[in-house]
C-alpha cells in the first residue's frame, strides 16, 4: 500500500520559514516525480513546485520563485520542500504528490498524502 506522509507544517510570522518533509512508502519512490500542493479555504487546488524523479528537473508556480526550494533524498524516500520568506497567501493545506517519472502542473499524479496545515500570520 502506497502512502505519502507529509510533516512540518505549523503557523508561523510572515517572513518566516518552514521546512516540509514528506515520506514516501510501498512504491519505487525513485520512479517517481515529486508534486507539492496546497490549496487554501475557497479556492482550488493549486500547483506550488515539482522535482523530476532523479531530481535533476524542478519546477516552481510563479508565486514561489526565489522563496521556495525543492529537494529529494531517494535514499530515505523523502521529498522535501524550503519555504523561506513566507507571506500570509501561502496559508493553505500543502500536500505531497507521487507521479511516474514527469513532473506535472495538473492534478493527474498517481497518489496524494493527507495534507498538512501551514498558516502564515501578519
Known amino acids: 500500500q502506497v502512502q505519502l506522509v507529509e510533516s512540518g507544517g505549523g503557523l508561523v510570522q510572515a517572513g518566516g520559514s518552514l521546512r516540509l518533509s514528506c515520506a514516501a512508502s510501498?512504491?519505487?519512490?525513485?520512479?517517481?516525480?515529486m508534486g507539492w500542493f496546497r490549496q487554501a479555504p475557497g479556492k482550488e487546488r493549486e500547483f506550488v513546485v515539482g522535482?523530476?524523479?532523479?531530481?535533476?528537473?524542478?519546477e516552481f508556480a510563479d508565486s514561489v520563485k526565489g522563496r521556495f526550494t525543492i529537494s529529494r533524498d531517494n535514499d530515505k524516500n523523502t521529498v522535501y520542500v524550503q519555504m523561506n520568506s513566507l507571506k500570509p497567501e501561502d496559508t493553505a493545506v500543502y500536500y505531497c504528490?507521487?507521479?511516474?517519472?514527469?513532473?506535472?502542473?495538473?492534478?493527474?499524479?498517481?497518489?496524494w498524502g493527507q495534507g498538512t496545515q501551514v498558516s502564515v500570520s501578519s
Open positions: 510501498g512504491l519505487t519512490f525513485s520512479n517517481y516525480a
Open positions: 504528490a507521487a507521479k511516474l517519472f514527469s513532473i506535472s502542473r495538473s492534478l493527474n499524479y498517481d497518489y
Open positions: 522535482i523530476s524523479w532523479r531530481g535533476g528537473s524542478t
